[in-house]
């Protein structure tokens, strides 16, 4: 129930931010004169988007690299919590987001998407002999990043004992490995990663939910989105995607 209150409120929260800010996004012309694009992620969830050392990289900050890089721009990038991104979005302190959103209505209330850059989906992950299947989170305690498809989607199942939420992804794996939760939900290709380094102790179990993942920019920068949907569209005919996604993943993950 608090869980609930508190994900409605930050729904709120971002929608009123879409109303009430004034200030004007930086269209496509204006990113364009200045030579410099300016890309926020959270810095935080790997291998999508994480630091090694000081040096921020990942399958998304590689991507949006080579986004802006392909429209001819310097690239700038900003972190922030995951929970801030689409907030400092709409007060303009960027000029798009990469950081595995999922594409849900309640989001596009309050920003635009751009096509999906990869499908995946929320995965049960547990110790060996813990829950596996929807059925058995009944009781459980079950760990999840804030702010994200994965708790409105764990909220949805009936039965479940408990749900903790953690400002980071990492936070929410680190306390399955403690033993303090039963289960954690999280990606599906993170969660492919966290099970082999952690072998033989984690399991991989059921898909919960399905989601399409996209790039956001402020509501109504209609300019800046269609440059980043013709760009995508060249990396992922260009084998820029292809490489990168093997590079991080093994596979292709782009939507099928
Ligand atoms: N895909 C999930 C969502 O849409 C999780 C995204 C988390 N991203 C991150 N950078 N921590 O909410």
Redesign the pocket.
Known sequence: MKNAIVALTALALLASTALSSNAQARTWDAIKQSGTIKIA??G??PP??YFVGKKLTGFEVDLGTAIGKQLGLKVEWVTQP?DNLLIGLNQDRYDFVI????ITPERLKAVDFANPHYC?GGAVVSKVGGPKTVADLKGKTVAV?V????LDNVQKVAGVGKVSTFP??TDAQAALMAGRVDVWVG?KFSALEVVKAQKPRLQLGDLLFQ?R?GMAVKKGNSSLLKELNSSLATELSNGVYAKLSGQYFGQDIRCK
Request: charged share 25%; net charge negative.
């Open positions: 992620t959270e935080a969830f999508f988007n995951f950081a595995s959103h999922g995946t990043q702010g994200t498809t994965y980071k992804d990606d989601e993942i």
